[in-house]
């Protein structure tokens, strides 16, 4: 047996799995705003969100694919590089899911990547001018998501006071649901690609793929299937704790506000996407909630959007050192390598199985959204029952 494509073929499951995180713990980018003022029912939301990450697949090329590819350079990735990066990743993904914050999977995978390739050939190893692309990425891209929220919010409301619509009107609720689709769409092609780029790495860097003169690689198409399939099933399963954050706790969402956050993350996803940035979808969405939270007066929750930030702060140095050791634990001499490695492996999947089995739930959400945000329906009263309401 070949060891080595045992070995390929367990890391190429492990960026999968990576990718699956990607789609529960960012599928609140677009799900938080429907589910928060009921324009779908939370367990629909989430497969509509899903078909339309899978959707990007027909649509979209690799540019986000291979800026993620050449990260470290392909002298350097191997098996071993990529393992790390991917296990740090995973583990900071499910660590912030756990408690609830939207930080980004995309950062964490970068810095995954940055780290190993640190430890394992050092500051040469690693290609600068993709690394500050994700860097200015950081801090651009959720300026630009808070300020087009911030002033679509006044769009909005303009079209609310022109046709007198209340807040949670059902125009606002299907223009949630396009706008939604869109966020949707826009995830699926900036991060599945984040999944291809660090498979088309891998397979360059052990002679199962060539890279252009260029640098670029044509990603092949059963790679793209299987991270747009992986990041949609990851949808699929919710990651309902990061969902009440962001369509909860960062403001009071209604339809119309709905509508402007969605149109922010769009704009910035859209962009980047173009531009072959991989930004984050998550720091993109929820600076347009903050953003029409306060255009429309609903205001912020300056501590949770104080611990969002930190978490963004945080992402890429924590990602950083977790990858330099775990690619540091694969290097120990002899026997040492597998055991340490094995053993963390099956700590850190024990401790995954032991959360996902008592993980907030889509009914448990759904039971913390306000009442107003509820479509009232009329209940015809009895005249001789007027005044004590319909009976228990």
């Known amino acids: ?14 960026a999968l799995l990576f990718d699956f995180t990607n789609g529960f713990h ?38 986000v694919a291979n800026t993620v590819a050449k990260t470290v350079h392909a002298d350097v990735t191997g098996i071993a590089v990529v393992f790390a990066a991917l296990f740090a990743a995973i583990v900071w993904n499910y660590s912030t899911w756990w408690v609830g914050m939207p930080s980004s999977s995309s950062h964490a995978l970068i810095g995954g990547l940055v780290g190993a390739g640190l430890a394992a050939g050092g500051i040469d190893a690693i290609s600068w001018p993709s690394v500050q692309k994700v860097v200015i990425a950081i801090v651009v891209s959720p300026l630009v998501a808070f300020a087009i929220a911030f002033l679509a919010m006044f769009l909005v409301a303009g079209l609310r006071k022109a046709f007198g619509m209340s ?10 649901l396009v706008s939604a689709g869109a966020v949707s769409f826009g995830h699926g092609a900036n991060d599945a690609q984040k999944t291809m780029g660090v498979i088309a790495a891998l397979l360059v860097g052990t002679g199962h793929l060539a890279a252009g003169k260029d640098g670029n690689v044509a990603v092949p198409l059963w790679v793209e299937f299987a991270a747009y399939a992986a990041i949609a099933a990851g949808t699929v399963w919710g990651g309902w704790k990061i969902i009440e954050t962001m369509g909860l706790k960062i403001t009071t969402l209604h ?49 949770v959007v104080g611990e969002m930030v930190l978490a963004w702060i945080v992402t890429m140095p924590a990602a950083i050192m977790l990858s330099f050791m775990a690619f540091k634990m694969t290097q120990l001499p002899g026997i040492l390598s597998w055991v ?24 448990d959400v759904e039971a913390e959204i306000p009442d107003e945000n509820v479509l009232q329906i009329p209940v015809p009263v009895h005249p001789h029952l007027e005044g004590h309401g319909p009976a228990a």
Not at 1 to 14: G, I, R, S
Not at 340 to 363: K, N, P, Q, Y
């Open 167 to 176: 807040d949670n009107a059902k125009p606002f609720k299907w223009l949630q």
């Open 255 to 303: 339809a119309s506000s709905g509508v402007a956050a969605n149109i922010g993350a769009v704009s910035a996803i859209f962009g980047a996407t173009g531009l072959g940035a991989p930004i984050s979808t998550t720091h993109a969405a929820a600076s347009s909630i903050a953003g029409a939270g306060v255009s429309s007066g609903m205001g912020i929750n300056l501590r």
């Open 340 to 363: 340490f490695t094995g053993t963390a492996v099956l700590v850190v999947g024990g401790l995954i199985v032991w959360a996902m089995r008592r993980s907030m739930t889509a009914e």
């Open 1 to 14: 047996m070949d060891l080595t494509l045992v070995a390929l073929v367990v890391v190429v499951a492990l």
């Open 26 to 63: 960012d599928a609140a980018n677009s799900v938080s705003t429907v589910v928060a003022t009921r324009a779908l029912p939370a367990k629909a939301a989430v497969w509509f969100s899903a078909f339309f990450n899978f959707a990007a697949v027909f649509f979209v090329g690799t540019a």
